[in-house]
């Protein structure tokens, strides 16, 4: 698969099968829409191609939206390079570029730039200023610019947009397992280990403290989680922690991974955490002690549900 962060840097002569959408998360509904596209791609002998968008086109349309998405641009091209795809193009969503009118988009975009020739997409995909034009429109431009209009039935389309909110709905309360039924994978945390407060050292439990950049990246509900992760090319298990440390009167919150079975120096490298189990709330304990034996049970269940 090819990357391209701009419509301006791809260089394809050969006609291409194209769907557009923001695509956050890449789930069971997601991949349905994309094995459609890579079939017809390959039965009219054109290159695959998704368009979508970084920012996320409400990042830059309404400030005030406070969006969490599934994914990093860096985790959705992992995801994506898994599909059969043959180009990927993250364009830069701008306020210049919603602006563009339905025509101009469609004439100078879809057709000069990306030579296409089928645009598979939904009964309600809107596009151009304002998102005033539809698929009827699309269609009437097909006619006269020369490609084809293939709609995803209603089902699909509905299929992929309740699975999102319930993917997020899901990891806002805690239910990773429901998440992970929807997204096909394991949903993912990556970040750069910093160095933290040594606690967990202290108890005998040391921790890598995970630092995830991109703000807009949702953070599941607070907790601890069974986790796993590869390090130094091994898969390794452990147990992670999302919260604020309310025992040691902690105030920032942090994500915290106890890796069993490995010894090795994380420091400023970045990692990927796949989660399986949710195991319990994050909670107060009375004391320092009480935090221990509740840790080590916590390593007693994670165990428990790894060899299961």
């Known amino acids: 698969m090819i990357t391209v962060q701009n419509i301006s840097e791809h260089d394809e002569t050969h006609a291409t099968a194209i769907t557009i959408g ?8 997601h ?70 009118s339905a ?38 431009f097909g006619n006269t610019l020369d490609f084809e209009v293939e709609e995803i039935p209603v089902q699909e389309i509905n299929d992929v947009s309740v699975s999102s909110t319930k993917i997020r709905k899901a990891l806002q309360e805690g239910d990773v397992q429901t998440a992970n039924n929807y997204l096909g994978y394991h949903y993912m945390l990556t970040g750069v280990v910093k160095k933290g407060k040594g606690l967990g050292r202290q108890l005998q439990f040391p921790t890598a403290n995970l630092f995830i950049e991109e703000k807009y990246k949702l953070i599941p509900k607070n907790g601890v989680y069974v986790v796993q992760s590869t390090l130094s090319g091994i898969p390794v298990y452990g147990m992670m922690n999302i919260g604020y440390n309310p ?46 034996n509740q840790l080590h049970k916590d390593k007693e269940t994670s165990l428990s549900l790894i060899s299961q």
């Open 103 to 140: 025509t101009e988009f469609v004439r100078d975009i879809l057709v000069n730039s990306l030579k296409t020739k089928k645009i598979i997409i939904g009964y309600d995909h809107r596009f151009g200023r304002n998102r005033n034009a539809n698929i009827n429109d699309l269609v009437a």
């Open 31 to 100: 991949r349905k829409i994309l094995e459609r596209l890579t079939n017809n791609a390959k039965a009219l002998d054109l290159k695959s191609v998704v368009l979508t968008f970084f920012p996320h086109p409400r990042m830059v349309l309404q400030k005030d939206a406070d969006i969490k998405l599934l994914n990093t641009i860096e985790e959705k091209i992992q995801i994506f390079k898994k599909t059969g795809l043959d180009i990927l193009i993250i364009h830069p969503f701008t306020i210049a570029f919603s602006r563009l």
């Open 247 to 292: 025992t040691v009167s902690g105030t920032e919150k942090s994500i915290e991974i106890h890796f069993f079975d490995f010894d090795g120096d994380l420091y400023d490298q970045k990692i990927q955490i796949d989660m399986l189990h949710r195991i319990r709330d994050e909670h107060k304990f009375d004391s320092v002690t009480a935090l221990t």
């Open 22 to 29: 923001t695509f956050d998360g890449l789930h069971i509904g």
